[in-house]
């Protein structure tokens, strides 16, 4: 996974769905000095980035025969599918069995996909891993993604004429990639978050904008006390995040006014506990006419002719937040660990999930946070650091003295090897890479004759 995660020209990547820029990765490196101990650990933090984001892929069998998968890491062939044909998208195992040395484009994770590689897709290629496979996978969702363009600006990542550092982060919803300038708002600095939301994916699930008194960005709820409406403000919060994790619908966040305004505490919905986090869709139901807000995003059509219940409306999440008032935006918004357990359950809401094809909201396993954590619990005891500080203990003094020595001028080396190309503006290649290490090779054994007697 480790080779994959360098070959694929991925920068590190965090359980918040976040691309570091590549100027920052490449800095991690720029220190005057450097000892073994630094080597070690750099290359510990690489293998668990790697880790994470294929350590719960397959990287022996083709996934084909699983279905489609949950989540999966998942690579594009811009070798065998140009932009001028139709999208595909294949695992982590047919990546290097099939596609080895093709131009390939990560694509981080995506849900519910089904490998597609030797399929329709691919006339000139068949699957060496399992070549019996269906012409089509209808389930699967495509976008540009898979051609090796992101974000609003249908740019490559990295993009070699793009000179502003910035960060992509992905959108759990549609699961494309956005450059952080490019969310209409300021990613969050000082305030941890789990996962976003672009902003074309708000507006077409508006019911989540009555959800931002969760966000990270949504910090303060401020009363009206002429009609008792609490309108939701958004701003920048860089204080914590703490306030951003209370709901005026929680219990214990209750604002005071409507405590004592002498209403049925019956008006006030509970918090529920978590429910539906298997993406189990309810019925559909009958749209409440009485239950009309600013944000119309529970009036669902029925299909079934059932109706709601009095008991559905006071469980109803989202009916209460509408109610008290909600703010819309135009812009990305982003969420802390948990958002997704305050989402309301009711029938209602879950049959407005799958009209909006969001039914995966309801289930914390779909997070890339989860993922990640079932990568890592996954590996195998025994990291590369660690071994490499087993190894590195055993040697004298002098060995490890030659080795340190042997690293910092192969470091030296390769800087000066590669500044030649940083000042000519020429793109390193692989055969380049391949020609360095040949030279260093063969120094190696012209100096392998001369003997040390140093002790």
């Known amino acids: 996974p480790l080779a994959s995660f360098h070959q694929h020209n991925m920068a590190e990547a965090g359980s918040s769905g976040t691309k570091r820029p590549f100027s920052e990765v490449d800095n991690d490196t720029e220190e005057e000095g450097v000892s073994m101990l630094d080597v070690l650990e750099e290359d510990q933090e690489l293998e668990e980035a790697a ?9 022996q069998h083709c996934t084909y025969i699983q279905g489609y998968l ?16 139709d999208p595909a998208g294949i695992c982590l195992a ?44 209808p389930d699967n969702k495509y976008n540009h993604n898979f051609h090796g363009l992101y974000c609003i600006c249908e740019r490559p990542y990295p993009d070699p004429e793009d000179e502003i550092e910035d960060e992509m982060i992905q959108c759990v919803v549609c699961e494309d990639w956005y450059h952080g300038r490019h969310l209409s708002c300021d990613p969050p600095s000082s305030v941890s978050y789990q996962e976003m939301v672009c902003a074309a994916c708000m507006k077409k699930c508006s019911f989540l904008w009555a959800y931002t008194v969760h966000s990270i960005e949504t910090t303060v ?17 860089s204080s914590g995040g703490s306030e951003a994790l209370q709901c005026a619908g929680d219990t214990a966040a209750k604002p005071e006014s409507e405590e004592g305004s002498g209403g049925s505490s019956d008006t006030t919905a509970k918090v529920e506990d978590k429910q539906g986090l298997n993406g189990e869709s309810g019925s559909v139901v009958t749209e409440n006419k009485d ?9 669902v059509p029925s299909t079934s002719g059932a109706t709601v219940s009095a008991a559905d409306v006071k ?16 812009h990305a918004i982003f969420w802390p660990q948990g958002w997704r357990a305050k989402l309301c359950t009711c029938n209602k809401c879950k049959a407005l999930y799958e009209e909006k094809e969001v039914m995966f909201l309801q289930n914390d396993g779909d997070t890339v946070l989860e993922y990640e954590q079932r990568g890592q619990t996954g590996q195998p005891q025994g ?24 690293y910092n001028d192969m470091k030296d080396n390769l800087r000066d090897y590669l500044k030649t190309f940083a000042e000519q503006g020429k793109v390193v290649t692989e055969s380049d890479i391949k020609e ?8 190696r054994q012209q100096g392998a004759g001369v003997q040390f007697n140093c002790r």
């Open 221 to 237: 709820v401020k009363k009206e006390e002429s009609s008792g409406a609490v309108d939701v403000e958004s701003v920048s919060t």
């Open 436 to 443: 360095f290490f040949t030279r260093m090779q063969a120094r």
């Open 383 to 406: 990291s590369n650091y660690e071994k490499g500080m087993e190894e590195f203990s055993k040697m004298n003094r002098i060995q490890q003295v030659e080795v340190l020595h042997g």
């Open 94 to 137: 047919c990546s290097y069995e099939c596609h080895e040395g093709h131009d390939l484009y990560e694509l981080y994770t995506k849900r519910n996909f089904r490998c597609d590689c030797g399929n329709s897709k691919y006339p000139d290629n068949k699957c060496m891993l399992d070549p019996s496979k269906t012409p089509f996978n």
């Open 51 to 59: 880790s994470a984001v294929l350590g719960g892929s397959d990287d």
């Open 70 to 85: 949950p989540r999966q890491a998942l690579y594009a062939c811009g070798t065998c599918t140009p932009s001028v044909m």
């Open 291 to 299: 239950a009309a807000s600013s944000v119309a995003a529970c009036d």
């Open 315 to 330: 469980q109803c999440k989202l009916q209460e937040l509408q109610d008290r008032g909600v703010t819309v935006g135009d």
